[in-house]
């Protein structure tokens, strides 16, 4: 994971000294790592301090699994498996994986904005149409029934 008990530490420290009205979480809250549900999310949101998560299709990994890197390096064999199950639920219901990967930050009540990134011209339109994708509940409740993300981790609803 790329957020660490030292960055954690840092935050609580740095929201200490200074009166924070917003932070940025970059890799730490995505489909696939959600360590961020551990300290940072519940400090920002007991503080009021809104949360921008960057990264949300890991660099590129939740957008086309096996096809970029995972966080900028070769993907570990657990996230591939994750990645390549959440993919199979999200094609049982017609829905992209990325659609599922920009949203899902969302559904936490801390976290204001994501920063998807972009590439191209191009990309910036796409991700608005992933963000608008309509989602089944039975994504979410598939991928907790499979294991694939916690039971009390907050996911969208509609």
């Not at 972009?118 to 509940?137: M, S």
């Not at 907790?144 to 981790?153: F, I, P, Q, W």
Request: glycine share 6%; hydrophobic share 45%; proline share 8%.
């Amino acid at each position: 994971s790329w957020l660490t008990d030292a960055h954690e530490e840092l935050v609580e420290r740095l929201a200490a000294a200074v009166d924070l009205d917003f932070l940025v979480v970059a890799g730490g809250y995505t489909l696939l790592e959600t360590r961020a549900l551990r300290r940072i999310l519940p400090f920002c949101e007991a503080h009021n301090i809104g949360v921008i998560i960057a990264a949300p299709f890991a660099s590129g990994w939740l957008v086309n699994p096996g096809a970029t890197t995972y966080m900028y390096g070769e993907a570990p064999v657990e996230i591939v498996d994750r990645s390549n199950r959440m993919q199979e639920i999200c094609a049982r219901h017609n829905v992209p994986l990325a659609a599922a990967a920009i949203q899902f930050p969302l559904a936490h009540p801390a976290v204001a904005a994501v920063i998807p990134g972009a590439k191209t011209p191009a990309e910036p339109r796409q991700n608005h149409a992933l963000l608008r994708t309509e989602i089944p509940t039975a994504v979410w409740q598939d991928f907790k029934t499979a294991g694939l993300l916690g039971v009390d981790v907050p996911t969208p609803s509609h």
